[in-house]
């Protein structure tokens, strides 16, 4: 076993520079930080991908002093913005890694407590809505059936016009609890190509739009296949940019909506407590309005929305059906720029939901 092999498999960005503080060696978690592959870093100076302010002093004096030091939470400036870390630097006294920076995200540590977080509340949340819409489905079953047989005793047109509106109100009851229910079965994995999946997505979406909406596609082409559930994954991401295409309508006319639909590849990604090696990275931002800030937090429960006529479930069961996959949905937003981030891994085994199976027979 390689020592390249095990860096590449820490978590702990680890980055070397030779004595004139050019790049001689990144791991994968370095790659992933500062969103740049070791062969295209090699020989670069460290200038180049981080913008040195204190960092530069600490490289110097190690250099100067053959002393390590440490920063905590210190800011530096990629080209994926400001990150907030601690580092330390060490001094080698060998030519070609004459400096190594161990780098820890501090944000990264924040976004795996708040995904925690949020996977908790989540699945606490699908558990109690299924007990809930299972509590409403058995006597809106007697309900309906009885009205359907009370509507065909009935002789009198008034009198059936009553019974028709109690038939189509529980037919609309029972489709909502259906959506609330969601899909009980297991995924069927099938190695797919996500980008096969985004395409039927957009036309689907062109479809229901007529064209009005514009997509606009930045696609990875190197993205490889993975195991996931077709069917089940078109229409989380159909979800996803149908609420974007009615955040659009809402406020300005469809025409002038712009969805983008973005794949790339992350590496060394923690969901949850789990860290993936590779992840596909799929992004879905709209010019919209932005989401309100009182609903920031909730958007992923059910029955929260921010239309008049909104369900409330498009959004949560979008995230039910990628936590099968094994994978997360984040959403950043602002006024003028929301933007859903799919997290799929490359590498993953189907998720049983505990839920799900809890319910299983179940009328």
């Known amino acids: 076993m390689t020592s390249n092999f095990l860096l590449d498999n820490l978590n702990t960005a680890i980055i070397t520079l030779d004595e004139s503080l050019k790049l001689s060696f990144l791991n994968q ?4 930080l500062l969103d740049i592959s070791q062969k295209s870093a090699m020989g670069l100076p460290v200038s180049s991908l981080i913008e040195l302010t204190a960092l530069q002093e600490d490289l110097h004096r190690a250099l100067q002093q053959n002393q390590q030091f440490t920063r905590r939470e210190s800011e530096l400036m990629t080209h994926n913005g400001a990150i907030l870390v601690d580092y330390t630097v060490t001094p080698t006294g060998t030519k070609e890694a004459s ?14 407590t708040r995904e925690e977080s949020l996977i ?3 699945t606490t949340s699908r558990i109690l809505a299924r007990g809930l819409a299972h509590e409403i489905k058995n006597p809106l079953g007697g309900i309906l059936g009885s009205a359907q047989l009370l509507d065909r005793q009935l002789k009198e047109p008034d009198q059936k016009e009553y019974t028709h509106i109690i038939i189509e109100e529980a037919k609309r009851l029972r489709d909502l609890v259906d959506q609330m229910l969601g899909p009980i079965q297991p995924p069927k994995m099938v190695d797919l190509n996500i980008h096969e999946v ?7 979406t062109h479809a229901e739009t007529k064209g009005e909406l514009t997509i606009i ?3 990875d082409p190197s993205i490889p296949n993975f195991p996931a559930d077709r069917e089940r994954l078109i229409q989380a991401l159909l979800n996803l940019v149908r609420n974007a295409m009615q955040a659009i309508d809402q406020h300005i006319l ?5 969805v983008r639909v973005t794949s790339r590849i992350a590496r060394q990604f923690t969901i949850g407590n789990k860290r993936q090696r590779l992840v596909c990275h799929i992004t879905i931002t709209d010019n919209g309005p932005g989401i309100p800030e009182h609903l920031k937090e909730s958007i992923f429960y059910p029955m929260i929305s921010g239309r008049p006529n909104g369900t409330g479930l498009g959004l949560p069961m ?3 059906i990628i936590s099968q996959h094994n994978g997360l949905i984040e959403c950043d937003s602002k006024a003028g720029q929301t933007s859903f981030h799919v997290y799929l891994p490359l590498l993953s085994e189907v998720s049983q939901s505990s839920e799900a199976s809890q319910f299983n ?3």
Do not use: F, T
């Not at 978690?29 to 992933?32: D, F, G, Y």
């Not at 400096?99 to 795996?112: A, F, G, M, S, Y």
């Open 29 to 32: 978690a370095a790659e992933a």
């Open 99 to 112: 400096l190594i920076i161990e780098v820890h995200p501090r944000d990264r540590l924040q976004r795996i």
């Open 120 to 122: 908790a509340k989540q």
């Open 198 to 204: 985004l395409e039927r997505v957009i036309q689907l």
């Open 217 to 219: 596609k930045d696609y």
């Open 254 to 258: 469809l025409s002038d909506g712009e």
């Open 318 to 320: 979008a995230q039910y």
């Open 361 to 363: 027979g179940v009328n």
